[in-house]
């Protein structure tokens, strides 16, 4: 039994253990058992490019794996999404329609594209005409993937993004292969929605906030990326990244 000097010292530590919230100390834990990462910083929010790297955990440090590639991404730079992150204050919020990619900590979800199989270890969906991501806030169906022919018109009504691109839009390639990134992954409504990673139209090309990059790039990440290393994609401009690179555990510049 503790000395009588010692048990007022010790009342006080276990009523401090008692008001630290559990997890407290693990801000994230979320991406702990991460061992994929892909980076991407840009040089502030309002900027509409960047460069993106991908990362392996080995132990408990990252490594960089490749070269780093530039990106494109939203017109209107970036702002803070929903993700695996804890939310973050200062600097703007991502909204349903505001040009701008989500920023923060995301799993990454289903590949895509065009043909019916690729050659890539994530679940993949094949695209067809009637598949739609669907970004109108009052369906029940917001910022999920659906097949117009299984869900009916009416729950598509309104949508601006056909996955298909290349037979609703002459030609678009931008969809042929890509990778959902899990922004807003439970539909709050209004908080933006058909996040993906995608092919780009050129290097001076932003997109409506998705992150787009050369075909060579998007081929690489899809044959590198494992589901079974828990892979996350990471969004921030350069000061955010700085300001949480230790207390997120991300990768040193």
């Not at 990252?62 to 991404?73: E, F």
């Not at 890539?120 to 109108?136: E, H, I, K």
């Not at 899809?222 to 997120?248: C, H, I, N, Q, S």
Request: charged share 20%; hydrophobic share 35%.
């Amino acid at each position: 039994m503790p000395s009588p000097s010692l048990l007022p010292r010790l009342f006080g530590l276990l009523a401090f253990a008692a008001m630290v919230p559990v997890g407290a100390s693990e801000t994230p834990a979320a991406w702990s058992v991460s061992r994929q990462m892909i980076v991407v910083t840009t040089d502030g929010w309002n900027v509409d490019h960047g460069s993106l790297r991908a990362y392996v955990r080995e132990g408990t440090h990252w490594k960089q794996d490749g070269p780093a590639a530039d990106v494109t991404i939203g017109r209107h730079g970036s702002a803070w999404g929903v993700g695996l992150n804890p939310p973050e204050q200062g600097g703007p919020v991502k909204k349903e329609g505001d040009g701008r990619s989500p920023a923060g900590v995301f799993r990454i979800g289903e590949a895509f594209g065009y043909a019916d199989s690729s050659a890539t270890a994530l679940p993949y969906r094949g695209l067809t005409a009637s598949d739609y991501c669907v970004d109108v806030n009052s369906s029940p169906y917001y910022n999920q993937i659906v097949d117009e022919k299984k869900v009916g018109e009416k729950a598509v009504e309104g949508a601006t993004e056909p996955m298909r691109r290349d037979l609703h839009f002459d030609g678009d390639h931008a969809y042929r292969i890509g990778f959902v990134i899990e922004h807003n992954p439970d539909g709050r409504k209004g908080a933006g929605s058909c996040i993906f990673a995608h092919l780009w139209k050129s290097p001076t090309s932003p997109t409506a906030g998705c992150t787009a990059m050369t075909d060579t790039t998007m081929e690489r990440l899809l044959g590198w990326l494992d589901p079974g290393k828990k892979p996350v994609f990471v969004l921030l401009p350069k000061t955010e990244y700085a300001r949480l690179r230790e207390a997120w555990n991300l990768p040193a510049p």
